[in-house]
């Protein structure tokens, strides 16, 4: 929106389907809106300032690849992780779901705050359970109790 506003999570309705999928999808936009990744942003921002729908930025073959190319990076870098990295990842993410909540049940009374993260100004991305100090900069999948995934997207 020209005035610097952005969509509420009622116009993400259409392709969440309930209020907890938009209120996530609306942070997630939020997140790659300021995100390291040009095309993604370029998607979020739209999104968020109702220049487009979300149907249109999930279904548009140029921001479908980005998404898709974030998430096999995501991928690869969990499989090069070591055991402790992916523990260590997990303790992280089980903090970072309790802030969450804790965000969450804010917003349900009325009372939230910015999305920062103790020491964390307004506008830096928290360390989330998906950053990651070491190679390929995030932690990637397994972060979810600390094992590695099985199945397509486990060892290779």
Known sequence: MPDGREVDQAALLDVAKDED??????????????????KLREMARGV???DLTAEQAFTDPEYTAALFSGADKVRRAGERRSDAE???AGERFGEWQQARRTEEEREDQGTA????APGTAPGQQPAGPWRHSGPGGVGGPGALGGSRPAGPFGHR
């Open 21 to 38: 999928r938009a209120r996530s999808l609306l942070r997630a936009l939020r997140t790659l809106g300021t995100g390291p990744d040009p």
């Open 48 to 50: 968020l300032r109702g």
């Open 113 to 116: 705050q910015p999305d920062t």
């Open 86 to 88: 992916a523990r260590e």
